[in-house]
């Protein structure tokens, strides 16, 4: 499987074999990180984002670091010279000369694909919009190879904003390369994208929807929370429509399943209660973990490394 130069845009680009293989990957360095050390040496990597990011930026940067790279970039647009009105593609353009690959976050969806149009080196997609955000699924996806053993078989429900969450979308249409039941589980107001269940139609992954966790958290492997993505309402009113209209809390969790899994692509506002923490369900941490593991593959193959 080649990823060398490849940029990174949608999870709607790759296949089912291209996700196991950056699963597999991510797998081989988990207890090998530190034999890799030095690969990318040289290697220069620029992080250009035009949002808000803990978790992306950083595990981008730290896995470039520990793989031996470096790092140079923006963390907010006021930063740069798109304060003084440069556009997206000046700007990647620029870049590109300076370094051997971006990674990109941006309020616009398609901002990443336009960038990896004008641009030779590869572009990864760290966020677009309420769009996508297709490295947050591959880490996802680990974490619920690594958790539950596997993919295939399992009931999971995304629960939350599904309407703005790009987290979800680009889960969902990973998840669709599986042989999984979905539930959707989302305030009438936060459904998800009809365009999105109409694309999945005739993939092999059955998809329901509902308003009610209750409904459902019997009978779930993995339940993933996602936050009311405030940011991206236009109406302030309709937030305050839906805002604290789901909460995970320990008195929730009374049927499920003891091995159920809860996961969150964080930050976590106050759908998830504190007290959860502490059970055995809540694995979002851990997730943050094996995202910077998953980062750190993507990393090596995109630069030409294969891991074996
Ligand atoms: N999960 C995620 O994308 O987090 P950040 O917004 O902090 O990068």
Excluded at 16 to 25: A, H, P, T, V
Excluded at 59 to 68: V, Y
Excluded at 89 to 100: A, M, P, S, W
Excluded at 230 to 242: G, K, L, N, P
Aim: charged share 30%.
């Amino acid at each position: 499987m080649d990823f060398k130069n490849k940029s990174i845009i949608s999870i709607r680009d790759m296949k089912r074999d291209e996700i196991d293989f950056i699963i597999k990957s991510a797998e081989i360095l988990q207890d090998n990180w530190k034999n890799y050390k030095d690969y990318l040496k040289d290697r220069i990597l620029g992080t250009l984002f035009f949002e808000p990011s803990t978790r992306t930026r950083i595990s981008f940067e730290t896995a470039m670091k520990r793989l031996g790279g470096m790092v140079v970039g923006f963390s907010a647009p006021e930063g740069s010279s798109l304060a003084k009105g440069e556009n997206l593609i000046d700007t990647v353009r620029v870049i590109e000369n300076y370094c051997d690959a971006i990674v990109l976050r941006h309020p616009l969806e398609g901002a990443a694909r336009l960038a990896a149009n004008y641009v030779k080196i590869p572009v990864i997609n760290a966020g677009t919009g309420a769009e996508e955000h297709p490295t947050q699924a591959l880490l996802d996806l680990y974490t619920i190879f690594k958790e539950k053993g596997g993919i295939d078989g399992l009931n999971i429900a995304l629960l939350g904003d599904l309407k703005y969450g790009r987290t979800v979308h680009s889960l969902t249409y990973a998840l669709s390369n599986y042989k999984v039941k979905l539930t959707l589980v989302s305030p009438p107001l936060m459904k998800i994208r009809e365009e999105i269940i109409e694309d999945l139609k005739n993939k092999r992954i059955k998809i329901t929807e509902t308003s009610s966790l209750d409904e459902v958290i019997n009978e779930i492997d993995v339940l993933y929370v996602t936050r009311i993505q405030r940011e991206r309402f236009a109406d302030a009113t309709e937030y305050e429509r839906v805002k604290g209209s789901y909460r995970i809390e320990l008195k929730t969790l009374k049927n499920a399943k003891k091995d159920l899994i809860i996961m969150h692509p964080l930050p976590r506002l106050e759908e998830i209660s504190q007290e959860v923490d502490y059970t055995n369900h809540a694995v979002y941490f851990k997730q943050v973990k094996y995202g910077l593991i998953v980062r750190m593959a993507i990393l090596l193959l995109i630069f030409g490394f294969e891991l074996k």
